[in-house]
């Protein structure tokens, strides 16, 4: 049974920082892609960033770039997502999300998700 479980979210003032997690189990964890991805008050979930199964290719969204980074450690079954410079239209749930093979950055391709974690950018 596969399972994806976030931590790290919370509330932080604009300009600062937040390092996401999400653990994975019950999955060949290097032969997957992962993905973050990120939802607010009546919008479309949308793509933040992947990480290939070995960590080579790692794009993101435009509105991420330079301020977020992706990162997997293959060990310890889990990615990260490092956030700075928070802004306040980063507010979202954020959720971790798993797929067999290359990445992709729609949401349909991913084939398992985890329960998400609120971030909160307020002053």
């Known amino acids: 049974q596969v399972q994806l479980v976030e931590s790290g979210g919370g509330l932080v003032q604009p300009g600062g920082s937040l390092n996401l997690s999400c653990a994975a189990s019950?999955?060949?964890?290097?032969?997957?892609?992962m993905g973050w991805f990120r939802q607010a008050p009546r919008k479309e979930r949308e793509f933040v960033a992947a990480?290939?199964?070995?960590?080579?290719?790692?794009p993101y969204a435009d509105s991420v770039k330079g301020r977020f980074t992706i990162s997997r450690d293959n060990v310890k079954n889990t990615v990260y997502l490092q956030m700075n410079s928070l802004k306040l239209e980063d507010t979202a749930v954020y959720y971790c999300?798993?797929?067999?093979?290359?990445?992709?950055?729609?949401?349909?391709?991913?084939?398992?998700w985890g329960q998400g974690t609120q971030v909160t950018v307020s002053s």
């Open positions: 019950g999955l060949p964890f290097s032969s997957f892609a």
């Open positions: 990480v290939s199964g070995h960590g080579r290719h790692t």
């Open positions: 999300a798993s797929r067999t093979g290359a990445y992709s950055v729609l949401p349909l391709a991913y084939e398992y």
